[in-house]
């Protein structure tokens, strides 16, 4: 029986490979709509996901563009599916987890009442 080989995660442009490549702790990334700033920013947690320990947010204006059909969520989980197939989905959390206990989390920050939900966090 043959072995199923894994897709491909690369980048896909000059932009793309060097944000992958930049070894910052913040980027700050500008740039039309559709020139795939959000796909990007989902591949670079990928270099990660790996550590037990490693924790992520992805942070949107409201939650429309987060879970939303075709929303960063839904976009997360068919990347990261062709990279850990067992990834689980934890939708009232809005959280991936990776086989490794990786976790991913989604929320917006639409006005400075949701400055809340980030007290006390350490997000860098």
């Known amino acids: 029986m043959a072995?199923?080989?894994r897709p491909v995660i690369a980048p896909a442009s000059e932009f793309q490979r060097k944000y992958l490549?930049?070894?910052a702790q913040?980027?700050?990334?500008g740039g039309a709509a559709g020139s795939s700033k959000s796909y990007v920013g989902l591949m670079r947690h990928l270099r990660f996901?790996?550590?037990?320990?490693?924790r992520a947010y992805c942070?949107?204006?409201?939650?429309n563009a987060i879970m939303a059909s075709g929303g960063l969520f839904w976009e997360a989980v068919k990347l990261y599916r062709q990279y850990d197939p067992n990834l689980q989905i934890k939708?009232?959390?809005q959280k991936l987890v990776f086989k490794s206990g990786a976790e991913i989390?989604?929320?917006h920050y639409e006005n400075d009442?949701?400055?809340k939900k980030y007290q006390g966090k350490l997000i860098a």
């Open 26 to 29: 913040i980027l700050l990334v």
């Open 49 to 54: 996901v790996q550590d037990p320990n490693y």
């Open 21 to 23: 490549a930049s070894d």
């Open 113 to 115: 009442a949701a400055a």
């Open 59 to 63: 942070i949107r204006r409201n939650s």
């Open 91 to 93: 939708l009232k959390d």
């Open 105 to 107: 989390s989604f929320s």
């Open 3 to 5: 072995k199923k080989e």
